[in-house]
């Protein structure tokens, strides 16, 4: 009956004047139909992300174009009502969201056909990827290729591991990705956006975004430069400078991160004061014999500690939390939202490592949001803008990380109160959110100039290495072509999730946790704040979580900060003391780089690092000998 009813509401629309009431049953009904087929459509994507194979390639392609038909014929509906003078602005706003469909626009199904099966293909193309080592054997990204790129020392080895990955993926992306990129801009098209570029940003709702992002780069850009000189110096100390170009670029293999997006993985390598306490994590969650299933707890308690829900059933019943040996699966990471209101999930080949904790806390951010929203309209039930929701998976991380923290949850023995201390700690946390900000940054000012047709297959790769040398300030280690297609060694290039959202989201969480540790009383410095345990500064949280994306991205912000902008000032404050220490170090040494990639690149010796040191002291011991034996006889 009900079925009838639906049908009768959805597909009426005929007459040109509607009424509010109308309106109002017309996206109820929108709102159940729909609840079905992202669910359905959630389902088959995770069979084919969870297992990759043809047929259920076959099968998320089918509910894919389903789901685009569905959205097409609504549309066209709700586009007959008169829903921009309707004085209820929620209801305003549930119409504009349901007739902007997007990609469903296009009158070619064959363009959504195509879309669908180029993003799954190069996705899966991604995650089979595989390097064979003479020394390691086969290997692929996660566990193996991650675990080399963050624990050796060793130049030559973490060469083969960079470019070999590189070959294994990108490389073999770059005819899909062009057709890719044409699919996707010609169905645009039919929305009314020149490009898809244009379509992505318009998710934040404001006219000035591209300028928004560029001046918060600007602003956050000298503490990047003063990093990546302190940073330079002690890799040249450990690589030998005959390394590094005369540029002053760094080798983009060197820190400990396959995409160089964050550096904690060689603090090691950089701790300013080796006297004083350092945290080393990873080794005393193994030493205390961490498994998966209790870093998943650990996040769990972070959130309930502040009046967040606990984990479903569902989630631990239908999660994929450790790699499965008997298949193919996406292990990038990922939150997974089945529009239900319970079943809720974390995909993710979970090793033990400080890292990967922190990944559960990221993901684990996604699941409380989706908790917090799930009494919204299933259109409402997104981030406020896209970069709110990755801001809301990290900022328990400004406070986890925290020594004090670390200290309560048994990893870390005593909590230091020194500034030699309170500098390493800084290093640290710069190491992972300085270092991203340019990255997070050019991802997409690469990708908007492919969709603007500015950047094509003939200069692919040209043009990100022109941006990962002008704004990480890093060169790549081999030659590049035209052959190679860097770009797709990313996970979000292949699996076309826009990237400016996490340096949004690497600028908001700053905001957020200075605005709440203010409401839980810190009298500390920002950074050695923890929230943990404090209810307000949760329901402070959840007052914006709730608001889902009903209303636009400032106001989510105004609920959280009490003002309506982004800003860089709370980063900037939360590393001052850093910056003052960094420029201190840096003040005899140039800083900064030449804004193209070097023209010459220093090739390695056949030895390694390690032995190119052992073989210049051999040497010199040779000849010192030899000049003894000389001058007495
Ligand atoms: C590890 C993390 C993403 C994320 C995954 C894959 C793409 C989208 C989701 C969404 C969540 C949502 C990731 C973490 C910080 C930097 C970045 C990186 N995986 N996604 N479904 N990160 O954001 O969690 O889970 O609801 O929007 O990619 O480069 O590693
Ligand atoms: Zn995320």
Known sequence: MWKFLLLGVLFRGTLAQETETDGQAFVDEYDAKVGVLWNENGKAAWEYYTNITDHNLEVMTNSSLKMAEFDKE?????????????????????????????????????????????????????????????????????????????????????????????????????????????????????????????????????????????????????????????????LKQKYGKEMFPESGHIPAHLFGN????????????????PDASSMDITSKMIEQNYNVTHMYRVAEDFFMSI?????TDEFWQNSMLVKPDDRDVVCHASAWDFYDGKD?????????????????????????????????????????????????????????????????????????????????????????????????????????????????????NQHWWDLRCRYQGISPPVQRTEQDFDPGAKYHIPGNTPYIRYFVSFVVQFQWHKALCEVAGNTKPLHRCD???????????????????????????????????????PLVEYFDPLLKWLKEQNKEDNTGWSASCPSVIPTPQPLSAGSTLEFVSITCFVLCAVFAFLNTN
Not at 177 to 192: E, G, L, Q, R
Not at 534 to 541: E, R
Not at 548 to 569: F, H, N, V, Y
């Open 74 to 234: 609504i549309a066209a509906n709700a586009s007959k009502f008169d829903y921009k003078s309707f004085s209820n602005e929620t209801l305003k706003r549930l119409f504009t969201k349901i007739v902007n469909i997007g990609f469903a626009a296009t009158n070619d199904s064959d363009q959504l056909k195509a879309i669908s099966n180029l993003e799954a293909d190069l996705t899966g193309i991604y995650s089979k990827g595989e390097v064979c080592l003479e020394s390691k054997g086969c290997l692929q990204l996660e566990p193996g290729l991650t675990d080399i790129i963050t624990n050796s020392r060793d130049y030559n080895e973490l060469l083969a591991v960079w470019k070999g990955w590189r070959d294994a993926s990108g490389k073999l992306m770059r005819n899909k990705y062009t057709d890719f990129v044409k699919a996707m801009n010609a169905a645009i098209k039919f929305s009314d956006f020149n490009d898809t570029g244009e379509y992505w940003r318009s998710w934040y709702e404001t006219p000035t975004f591209e300028q928004d992002v560029k001046t918060l780069f600007e602003e956050l850009e000298p503490l990047y430069v003063e990093l990546h000189a302190y940073v330079r110096k002690r």
């Open 258 to 273: 396959m995409w160089a997006q964050q550096w904690s993985n060689i603090y090691d390598l950089l701790v300013p004061f």
């Open 307 to 311: 009046g967040m829900e606990k984990m």
């Open 344 to 460: 809720f999930r974390i995909k993710q080949c979970t090793a033990i490592t400080e890292d990967q904790l922190l990944t559960v806390h990221h993901e684990m951010g996604h699941i409380v949001y989706y908790q917090n929203y799930k009494h919204l309209p299933r259109l409402f039930r997104r981030g406020a803008n896209p970069g709110f929701h990755e801001g809301m998976a990290d900022i328990v991380s400004l406070s986890f990380q925290t020594p004090e923290h670390m200290h309560v949850i048994g990893l870390l023995d005593n909590v230091p109160n020194d500034a030699d201390s309170d500098i390493n700690f800084l290093l640290k946390m710069a190491l992972d959110k300085v270092a991203f900000l340019p990255f997070g940054y050019l991802i997409d000012q690469w990708r908007w100039s492919v969709f603007r047709g500015e950047t094509n297959s003939s200069n692919y």
């Open 531 to 569: 929230i943990y345990k404090n209810t307000d500064a949760g329901d402070k949280l959840r007052e914006m979580l709730m608001m889902g994306s009903s209303k636009q991205w400032q106001d989510a912000m105004e609920a959280i900060t009490g003002q309506r902008l982004m800003s860089a000032k």
